[in-house]
């Protein structure tokens, strides 16, 4: 960076310093970030005012660029919409004889003016596009100046907005900085790559009149190089020209090579260098073997993208991420998960982010941003402006694999007689820009609509969105968009238009919607699971797209919290060392069967496995299935049936194998039906299970314990005390918190005191129960009115179906046990709990659009009656057992929930053992 003097802000930490573009980046550049004088223009009068040469003490606050003037890091944290104006001066003297400088913004949302020193040096309309301004002659080398920019949003129905109902953009919200170029320079590139090592690349230089010039690439340290004269005119002169990579390294999320490296005009003795990079990669589509549909391909070879939907959002920062380590930080954590794939959603996303992602490696379906009113002509010239803008900036990434110009119809409606409609000149329209997009980029997948209205026009992408809940709904509803997708139908396009052999794949998916009033902040493992498999189970699948990263405003549905913090899946619980990551291996095992089943103690369940495979990783090879049914038998792993299977690993797609025959075990439990794949080094492919829920008729329970017992169901109790208490889950739960008491009156057989009790232990399930606002009145809970798309963000503590997935946040509580009064022992309950590991929770749910606890569960506990008790307890005939919660450690009086038969994780009532 060259060396100046920032006048106002010399001293003080800049905001995201890095170049903004690691793609396009010359070595001549100050960044802009940082403080600036700021004000509102309620009434709008600084253009009649002429605040762009007022003083700038007359600006009545100070802003920090580039965070939008709505978000918490702006500093100044106002939601209006409107005018404001921005003022910063400084000095800038790095700049050599003849050459040009210019002032880059990298967005401002939604129309801005520029000034230096007073001069309009220019103007820009667009919320999402970057621009930039040759301010040469109006720039006062070896003196301070002034740049001044007024940006209004007035949210105008025909702006490009996409979701920014999360937090507004307004105003300057990605970076700002000077760039100084040589008299002639290049103006832009397009690098297009084959995947014999042919580069193609075309662009245009820029110059004040006609010269002699020599254009060079150099890439990869020297190997990949090319030089040529060429003949500028005054204004834009076009190059073409075709570089050959011997051996090339194709570019891929396992494998993500970029070749790096400058282009360098050089004339009238400077030269312009431009330091950016490439990768070698081809996406597109083909038909394999004797399928009449295509599978979506990298390189020439089939991919299954495992991917999911990312909104882009930062509570601190909205749009813009606070720090370039999140932006790196967030690939990784995409990439941990084991996923391949990102839909950026509805936003292009900062250039920085895409560098990461071309950097560590995944694929890239980016959204043109849409706007909310209707497609009127002024709509229609402002989005095709702006996309046009959003496509060249970033046409040289090679993790970006797709477009998608327009999203579940979103500005695409016209209302009529009050009725709205996609109308048959609108879709004409849509078909444009989809043809526009393609003739302006042929060397990635084009989507028209990314629809949730079956509404498709002209696609190369065939792809929908669900939200369901429910096994057997979903199971239906996918098998169903599978049937009806074939050349030729009319399923999911609109307007008369049909099928083509587009690849078939899911753009949005999950629970979150699928539930009344939404899913609110729940667990999401157990259906995430099930879902997965249906999606794998189709061979003419090509991936899907999950809802979502993190969390965001209203939606909770995400992989991680919208900190970035963990939540826990619970899958290591039934797979030792399964993770979500499992899922999304691209050779997988599909258990073509229930997440849990109900079924008799001994019987037999015959299990259907299929073989997914979209990598040639381990073509030709012999991999191992190895499987169990096993259960927790109170205490420990038991083992009912196990086995091994051999398989041959070729080809893509779907495969049947061999069905699994399993028998169940002999008492009641949660049986689990678990398999892991391994490669011939004992490497761990991928893990996957399903569960049963074993009965065996008895209506004290059979179990794996000795001596005798009886079953006390939770609810059966004799007294309890709390302000706030329920049952739930048919009564197999019971709730009570913040403290307070529950109570059971035992009595013991008359048969075993009379043969002698020498030993007596309770044994149950139970766990803290943080009280939400909905359980301490159950009157609210209702409908609630939710404008989702513009981010209105309710308590999800009011939400009839929140019930907080496990995550690193715990909500510990901790219960005194008591017996005929005296204090026996207390239990640490160190959460409350809800994943895939309440699977009787999630079994016994009495509607699948309408959650109630569901994935809750708790512990195991034992707890042995001390002998000196047992004595009275005999001569009684029985005893009272108490489960207490104090608040004399406030931290720790979380509740309790007890669990009943048919819910949490075990399946047990109380127990009561004696011998």
């Keep these: 960076m060259a060396s100046t003097t920032n006048i106002e802000t010399a001293t003080q930490a800049i905001p995201r310093p890095e170049h903004p573009r690691p793609d396009w980046q010359r070595s001549g550049w100050l960044n802009l970030n940082g403080e600036w004088a700021f004000r509102f223009d309620a009434d709008d009068i600084g253009l009649s005012e002429q605040w762009q040469t007022i003083e700038q003490a007359s600006y009545d606050a100070k802003i920090t660029v580039p965070f939008s003037w709505v978000s918490p890091l702006s500093g100044i944290g106002d939601n209006r919409k409107g005018i404001a104006w921005y003022s910063r001066i400084l000095r800038f003297d790095e700049i050599a004889s003849g050459e040009k400088l210019f002032l880059h913004f990298g967005a401002v949302d939604y129309t801005a003016i520029v000034w230096v020193n007073g001069i309009q040096v220019g103007t820009h309309s667009g919320g999402y596009g970057a621009f930039s301004f040759d301010v040469t002659d109006a720039w006062q080398a070896g003196d301070v100046n002034r740049i001044v920019l007024r940006a209004e949003d007035q949210d105008h129905a025909y702006q490009t907005r996409g979701k920014q109902g999360y937090g507004e953009t307004r105003g300057i919200w990605q970076t700002v900085w000077l760039e100084t170029r040589a008299s002639s320079y290049i103006e832009a590139v397009r690098i297009v790559t084959k995947l014999d090592g042919t580069i193609e690349i075309s662009g245009t230089a820029e110059s004040a009149g006609a010269s002699q010039a020599t254009l060079s690439f150099d890439f990869d340290g020297g190997r990949v190089r090319n030089e040529f004269k060429l003949t500028l005119i005054a ?130 379906m980016e959204d043109m941003p849409c706007f909310w009113g209707e497609p009127d002509e002024t709509a229609r010239a402002a989005y095709e402006a702006e996309a046009k803008e959003i496509l060249d900036r970033d046409y040289n990434h090679p993790s970006i694999i797709s477009w998608v110009v327009f999203n579940e119809t979103w500005g695409l409606f016209t209302k009529r007689d009050e009725v709205r409609s996609f109308l048959p000149e609108t879709q004409e329209w849509v078909r444009s820009v989809y043809r526009w997009a393609k003739s302006e980029d042929s060397t990635r997948l084009i989507e028209d609509n990314s629809p949730c209205n079956w509404d498709h026009v002209e696609s190369d992408l065939n792809t929908w969105h669900f939200y369901k809940n429910g096994y057997q709904i979903l199971r239906d509803h996918v098998q169903e968009v599978v049937d009806k997708t074939f050349p030729g139908s009319d399923f999911n396009y609109i307007g008369g238009n049909v099928q083509s052999d587009a690849p078939l794949m899911n753009s949005e998916c999950g629970a979150v919607w699928g539930i009344e009033g939404s899913a609110g902040d729940s667990d999401l493992a157990w259906q995430y699971r099930y879902m997965i498999n249906e999606l794998r189970r189709h061979d003419k699948m090509c991936g899907f797209i999950f809802t979502e990263f993190h969390d965001v405003v209203n939606e909770y549905n995400g992989y991680y919290r919208i ?275 309440g699977a009787l929770s999630w079994h016994y749910q009495q509607r699948d659009n309408k959650l109630e606890e569901a994935g809750s569960y708790g512990y195991l506990h034992k707890v042995s009656v001390p002998s000196r008790l047992i004595p009275a307890i005999v001569l009684a005939g029985g005893f009272k057992l108490r489960l207490e919660v104090s608040g004399e450690i406030p931290a720790l009086a979380g509740g309790l929930a007890l669990y009943g038969r048919n819910a949490g994780r075990y399946p047990i009532d109380l127990l009561v053992r004696y011998w």
């Excluded at 013991?748 to 044994?763: F, K, R, S, W």
């Design 235 to 364: 204004g834009t002169t076009s190059f073409r020209t075709t570089i050959q990579v011997s051996e090339p390294r194709h570019w891929s999320p396992e494998d993500p090579f970029l070749y790096e490296g400058t282009i360098r005009l050089s004339a009238n003795g400077s030269t312009d260098t431009i330091g950016t990079y490439f990768g070698i990669r081809e996406i597109g589509s083909a038909l394999f073997d004797d399928r009449n549909y295509k599978w979506i391909t990298l390189n020439g070879k089939p991919t299954y993208l495992s991917g999911t939907l990312d909104q882009a959002f930062y509570p601190v920062g909205h749009f813009t991420a606070p720090s370039d380590q999140e932006l790196q930080d967030e690939i990784w954590r995409l990439k941990r998960l084991n996923l391949n794939f990102v839909r950026i959603h509805i936003k292009p996303e900062e250039p920085r982010k895409l560098y990461w992602a071309d950097k560590l490696g995944i694929l890239v």
């Design 563 to 837: 900190d970035g913090s963990d939540k826990d899946f619970g899958y290591d619980a039934f797979v030792p060392g399964m993770s979500v990551a499992d899922l999304h291996s691209p050779d997988f095992i599909v258990i073509d069967a229930p997440p849990c089943r109900t079924l008799d103690v001994g019987q037999q369940a015959e299990i259907a496995l299929l073989r997914s495979s979209y990598s040639e990783r381990y073509h030709g090879q012999t991999l191992r299935l190895e499987w169990e049914l096993w259960y927790d038998s109170l205490g420990g792993k038991a083992v009912s049936s196990q086995g091994t299977q051999a398989i041959e690993w070729n080809g893509y797609g779907v495969v049947p194998l061999d069905n699994v025959t399993a028998t169940m075990p002999s008492v009641d439990s949660l049986a689990v039906f678990a398999v892991t794949l391994r490669d011939s080094q004992e490497k761990t492919v991928t893990r996957n299970f399903i569960t049963f829920d074993v009965r065996s008729g008895d209506s004290n329970g059979a179990y794996d314990l000795e001596g005798k017992w009886l079953s006390v169901p939770v609810s059966q109790y004799a007294r309890h005390e709390w302000p706030h208490a329920w049952h739930a889950l048919n009564d197999h739960k019971i709730n009570g918190g913040s403290e307070g008491f529950v109570e059971y009156e035992i009595k013991l057989p008359a048969e075993a005191i009379a043969e002698g009790i020498g030993h007596i232990e309770a044994v149950f399930e139970a766990g803290a129960k943080v009280i939400l606002v909905k359980d301490r009145d159950k009157s609210i809970e209702k409908g609630i009115d939710l404008d989702f798309m513009s981010g209105y963000t309710p308590d999800p503590e009011l939400n009839p179906s929140t019930y907080y997935m496990t995550d690193e946040d715990r909500k510990p509580s901790l219960a005194k046990v008591s017996i005929d009064g005296q204090y026996v022992e207390s239990l640490s309950l160190p959460d409350d709990p809800a994943d895939s590991r």
